[in-house]
């Protein structure tokens, strides 16, 4: 039967008088989301409940957790509260696995960059630097004589 949790290991339990009576009874999301295994639909403005081991995932395994079917990602359980919905929080979730990943990944690509830089074009590298065309500058400007210049001597070299 569609919705009853059958084949998915997820034991559903929504079928005990209390529990539904337990839930009916609450009229605002704060007072329905205060009782425990109870979930908020905003369209509706039904709380129903949720016995799912991840009260965020029950419109996954239930397609008929919320009165009208188009509340159903609009769930509100705990520990997110009335202004969390589950399409919110998946969505955040999803945003953020994926910008760690990407990360991860742009991370990963720049040290395999280097290291095969490093390794084919190392050599390369050393004799680059030992090249004639290269300008080595010395910080010390010289004069004739080869002795560095002094911040007193005068600019076109008379004495």
Known sequence: MPGDGSGTGIVKTTDDPWLHLKCWRQHSCGGCLNEELCSWCPYTQACVPNTYPIPLLAPAY???????????????????????????????????????????????????????????????????????WLVIWDRSERDDQGRAAREDDPLLGHR
């Open 62 to 132: 239930d397609k008929d957790i919320c009165p009208h079917w188009s509340e159903r990602w609009e769930l509100r359980t705990r520990p997110f509260g009335c202004a969390v919905s589950t399409r919110t929080s998946l969505s955040v979730g999803i945003a953020v696995v994926s910008t760690v990943v990407f990360i991860a990944l742009l991370f990963a690509f720049v040290a395999l960059l280097r290291w095969s830089l490093r390794g084919c074009c190392g050599q390369r590298r050393r004799r680059r630097r030992s090249s004639p």
